[in-house]
C-alpha cells in the first residue's frame, strides 16, 4: 500500500512510519482506520507483527491490503493485564507493529512501550478499541471526525469507496493541527487527498 498525498499544497502531511515513533489512530468502526493502519506495514522490512484484540483480523485483511502474508504475526490478545507484556515482546523482535488496545491498559504502561519502541526503532501503530490514549505518548495522533460513502445513494447502487476526515495533531505534523482527507477506493491504495484547515475545530469542516 502507499499512502500518498495527491496534492502539492504544503498543507498536506504524508503518511509513513518512522523507526521508534507511534501512531494513534482513533475512532469508533467504519471509518476505515483499520486498513489504514495495516497498510502503513506494507512496506516495512522484515516481519510485521498485529494484536488482535476483537478477534476478527484474518490474513485476507493484510492481503487486501498489500501486505505479504508469509511476513505476518497475528496474536490474539484481548486480556489487558497481559497485553503489554505481550505487545513488548513483539516491539523488541519485530519490524513493526500494529496493535488494537483493549480498555484497561493503564497510561505508565504505554508510555513504557514508547520508551521500549524509541529504544528498539520499531515503529508502532496503536488502535485503541475503545476511547482515547493518553496525551503525549504518540508522535503523529489521528483522530476520525466524519465519514462519508460513495456510490450508495437512496439506499441503492455500488459502493465506489468512502472518504473521511480526520484530526491530525502531534510532532509529526511539525505541531500544527489539521484536518485532512483520505480517500479509500477499496483498493491497496489509501490516499490522502487534501488538507483542509491549518487549526484544528472539534469536527471536520
Known sequence: MTISAVSEAPLVPR???EAGKLVGLI???GFGLTRLGLG??????????C???????????????GVSTDRVVVVRCPDSHRWP??????????????????SGVAAPMLRRLGALARARATPVVLRPVDGDLPAGITHLRLEAQEVAWEGAERGRGRLRGRR?????SGKGM????????????????VRVVSGLAVAMPRRAV
Do not use: C, N
Open 85 to 102: 507484556q505481550v505487545t513488548a515482546a513483539l516491539v523488541e523482535g519485530m519490524g513493526a507493529v500494529y496493535a488494537e488496545v483493549p
Open 174 to 189: 511539525g505541531g500544527i493541527d489539521q484536518i485532512i482527507e483520505v480517500k479509500d477506493d477499496g483498493a491497496d491504495t
Open 51 to 65: 494484536i488482535d484484540v476483537r478477534g476478527w483480523l484474518s490474513p485476507a485483511a493484510f492481503w487486501e491490503m
Open 15 to 17: 503518511l509513513e512510519l
Open 27 to 29: 475512532g469508533a468502526p
Open 40 to 49: 502503513l506495514l506494507r512496506d516495512q522490512p522484515g516481519w510485521v507483527a
Open 164 to 168: 473521511f476526515t480526520m484530526a491530525a
